[in-house]
């Protein structure tokens, strides 16, 4: 029997591509789901911290953050945001930059790897990401974490002993310390089964292609019965 396909996908929760790259990510899976011999996956979410500085309650607006930290004129971070806007539509996502709370993200990481101990991590990245870009919602309080969590299912009092103890926090500083080792400098960025790199929200189509081949890579590699 053949093991299933390693995606490692390190993103940031804060990052509008990695929120575009996980729903073509999950498009393209889809897309190979009714192969006749469909390749079996299995998608693992690892931290990084795109601004590690941010403060948890930043003051001002999206576009505020960005002219700040990236230095770049109000009208031409409007520009950037209304295309990432649109690209974000064609991949089903209705983002709301008016409505972002811009904020830390370490807590949320250290809660992905709270959830992916209860094997809830894929439904915590999407709750996470959906509560951040499409509701507005704050994702940088313990108090507002405990409450995403609950609604994917996780223990209250659970979540919050784990977020306010870092008990995951060092998961969260070993994620980062392996992207390093690999050369990521930028998110989403894709790991497929430790040998191939995808870097980008790469449409569906291109997630597709890839692991279609390295599921038939798998197969010439196998041992016959």
């Not at 904020?103 to 992916?116: F, G, P, Q, S, Y």
Request: glycine share 8%.
């Amino acid at each position: 029997m053949t093991d299933p396909i390693r995606i490692d996908v390190w993103s940031d929760i804060a990052c509008p591509w990695c929120y575009i790259g996980k729903r073509n990510l999950e498009k393209g899976l889809e897309e190979t789901s009714s192969d006749e011999n469909a390749p079996e996956v299995e998608v693992t979410f690892h931290s990084y911290e795109l601004s590690p500085d941010t403060p948890v309650d930043f003051d001002g607006d999206e576009i505020d953050f960005l002219a700040g930290h990236k230095g770049m004129p109000r009208d031409q971070v409007q520009q950037m945001l209304e295309r990432v806007t649109s690209v974000a539509a064609d991949a089903g996502l209705e983002y709301h930059f008016e409505h972002l709370q811009h904020t830390n993200t370490v807590k949320a990481h250290e809660l992905l790897h709270a959830a992916k101990a209860q094997g809830r991590q894929a439904e915590m990245a999407e709750r996470l990401m959906s509560a951040y870009f499409v509701e507005g919602k704050h994702v940088g309080r313990i108090d507002e974490l405990v409450e995403l969590a609950a609604e994917v299912g996780l223990e209250r009092d659970a979540v919050r002993d784990a977020l306010e103890s870092e008990r995951y926090l060092p998961d969260v500083r070993s994620d980062q310390a392996q992207a390093a080792g690999y050369g990521i400098n930028g998110v989403p960025f894709f790991v497929i089964d430790g040998t191939y790199g995808v870097s980008g929200a790469q449409p569906a189509e291109a997630f597709a292609q890839i692991a279609r081949q390295v599921w038939s890579e798998r197969a010439v590699a196998a041992p016959a019965d």
